[in-house]
């Protein structure tokens, strides 16, 4: 508090200068934020890209051999049945949560009452919950008693609710799906498309039954926990030599067997995005040693003009370092003052963008810088401060009295 | 000051008692300014030995040095050398800012010491708002403040018309008859006349 006063008096008695050099300070840091901001927002832009499913999700389609192997023709169509998922879901270390899949895209036709439209329809394991990130907002999704049971049930997604039912809830009421009925146990929501929503959800084995699919399926999903990058691809390569191997097609043949890797891909996308913010600090920090280089030539300017001032204060008493100390401190106080500022309308400004760019904005989100990123900005702001002291300060402590009472 | 070694004094052999009142006269080059300067160890010296009080005054660390004049010396210069955005109260009481003492307590110290030197009612005001003598009694009251052994007066006249340098020397001499010693550097016959020695300096000599 003390010191705060002393170096107050300083500041005032040179307003405009302040002002100017803090200016400079207030830019650079005003830029940084700006710049973490759009980052944070392309960041969060991608990851909405992926939220519609478990980054860490490995999905396995069978597709039509390419090359031609031990003696099989090319252009053979892979069937994916039951027992390829319990061979997968046996076998695979670190597989996390697996389901295989039914799918019916083109959907059947779904009456409750008077009320008819056409849904796709999904056959699935319970575990398809976590794959797909299936929010439930009432009632329960597939269990395992359905599956041991075969019961006639199903999960329905908010839309088909809102359709067929109106306000009324469905739970527990009985719906037919294709001229099989079935009773509704839940409904859900899903981040991803509207289609992914109109959607209904059937025990992969009583949708099997119902629609004569016999013991086939069109897909294998799992999640893998928190394997690493090199762990996930281990993991593929180990279901593509397995596959591989049962269907008969070459490790070679690349459309035999499509493996999607989301994790890799969202490795991918957000190293890409952490260079890019590395570079934004890089340009953030490059524009605020511009605003050191400033501060610091005005505080040479101020020791300079000083002198005297220096000169007096050390013939009365004062000790090389508590003349250092104020010059640093003044300097960071400039700095932290009007990076304050900086910070401030940066802040603002990605608010202002944040509220004009739509909600569904694709690539870029939510641009804010969160709380340890305007940590480390003020961090930055301090030591540039210093930084910017260092040599001015280092001048004044040499300043001799003497010399500094002698000139005028 | 540079690497030319520069001989100002070539032989000085003095001693200040304490509670003198003593002035020292020479014309400028004299090496009296150089001489004071040793005194209060605002400079330093390559040959021979100073002694405040039995300590040798010799090759101080700044620090140190800084520590010795905040607690021996009180100085008064011609130019004043008030800190032109400080008002009076706050240019008497810095000293004692350097001493860590708090600043309730020392602005009441710095009251007192104006009070002293007449001001009381001028505390509030900055530099530019005084007259010359004025200046030079925040000056001394800044001086006092430390409570110092020695006060130390480079030209304190040399700024001021005749009634007003009657009026700091009335002032410095009531500060000597407290028993601290006051070491008066001027030019002015009559100034020194009011002292109970006078030291003559010439071309780095006592004469």
């Not at chain 1, 008819?116 to 009432?138: C, N, W």
């Not at chain 2, 032989?11 to 005194?39: P, R």
């Not at chain 2, 706050?90 to 004692?96: S, T």
């Amino acid at each position: 508090m003390e010191r705060l006063t002393e170096i107050w008096l300083g500041i005032r008695s040179n307003k405009l200068r302040t002002f100017l050099t803090g200016f400079s300070v207030a830019w650079g840091i005003f830029m940084l934020v700006l710049l973490l901001g759009v980052g944070t927002g392309l960041q969060n832009g991608t990851r909405d890209q992926f939220k519609d499913d478990a980054i860490n999700s490995i999905w396995v389609n069978p597709g039509q051999t390419s090359i031609s192997y031990n003696g099989m023709q090319p252009g053979r169509k892979i069937q994916f049945h039951d027992q390829d998922f319990d061979i997968l879901k046996a076998e695979i270390q670190g597989g996390e949560k697996f389901t295989a899949r039914v799918d019916d895209w083109a959907g059947r036709s779904v009456t409750y009452g008077t009320k008819s439209a056409q849904y796709r329809l999904r056959g699935v394991h319970p575990e398809h919950q976590f794959v797909e990130k299936t929010i439930m907002l009432t009632g329960r999704f597939i269990n395992e008693g359905d599956l041991l049971k075969r019961r006639k049930v199903c999960v329905i997604g908010q839309p088909v609710e809102t359709e067929l039912f109106g306000e009324k809830s469905s739970i527990g009421e009985w719906v037919s799906v294709g001229g099989v009925p079935f009773r509704v146990v839940g409904t859900f929501m899903d981040e991803g498309s509207e289609g992914e929503n109109s959607t209904i959800y059937l025990p992969v084995n009583t949708m099997q039954l119902a629609y004569g699919y016999a013991d086939k399926i069109d897909r294998v999903m799992f999640t893998i926990g928190d394997a690493t990058l090199e762990e996930s691809q281990a993991m593929v390569q180990q279901v593509k030599e397995r596959m591989a191997q049962r269907h008969n097609f070459s490790l070679e043949d690349d459309r035999a067997l499509y493996v999607r890797n989301n994790f890799e891909e969202y490795k991918r996308i957000a190293d890409v995005l952490g260079m890019m913010n590395k570079f934004f600090w890089l340009i953030g920090i490059l524009t605020i040693f511009a605003g050191i280089i400033g501060v610091s030539n005005i505080m040479l300017i101020t020791v300079q003009e000083r002198t005297r001032e220096i000169g007096i204060r050390k013939a009365i008493g004062a000790k090389p370092l508590s003349i250092i100390l104020m010059i640093v401190e003044e300097a960071v106080l400039i700095t932290v003052f009007f990076g304050y500022f900086g910070l401030f309308f940066g802040v603002f400004l990605l608010e202002l963008i944040s509220k004009a760019i739509p909600e569904d904005g694709a690539v870029f989100t939510n641009p804010t810088v969160d709380f340890s990123t305007a940590i480390n900005a003020l961090i930055v702001l301090v030591v540039a401060g210093a930084l910017s002291a260092l040599i001015p300060a280092a001048r004044a402590s040499r300043i001799k009295p003497v010399e500094a009472l002698a000139a005028d | 000051m540079g690497q030319h070694s520069l001989k100002v004094l070539k032989g000085i052999n003095l001693k200040i008692d304490d509670g003198e009142f003593v002035s020292i006269m020479g014309s400028s080059g004299s090496g009296k300014s150089t001489l004071l300067n040793i005194i209060g160890i605002l400079d330093t010296y390559d040959k021979g030995s100073y002694y405040i009080d039995d300590e040798l005054i010799k090759d101080l660390s700044e620090s140190r040095a800084a520590t010795l004049r905040g607690q021996y010396i009180g100085f008064v210069f011609q130019s004043f050398n008030l800190i032109s955005f400080k008002n009076a109260l706050e240019n008497v009481a810095m000293p004692l800012y350097y001493q860590n003492v708090r600043r309730r307590e020392r602005n009441a110290i710095a009251l007192d010491y104006l009070d002293k030197v007449g001001l009381k009612d001028w505390a509030n005001h900055h530099p530019s708002e005084m007259s010359g003598g004025q200046k030079q009694r925040v000056a001394i009251a800044r001086a006092l403040i430390n409570n110092p052994k020695l006060i130390l007066a480079d030209e304190p006249t040399g700024a001021l018309d005749s009634v007003t340098s009657q009026e700091v020397m009335n002032l410095l001499k009531d500060i000597n008859k407290e028993g601290r010693t006051v070491i008066i550097v001027t030019h002015e016959h009559d100034i020194a006349g009011q002292t109970s020695r006078v030291i003559n300096v010439k071309d780095g000599l006592v004469i």
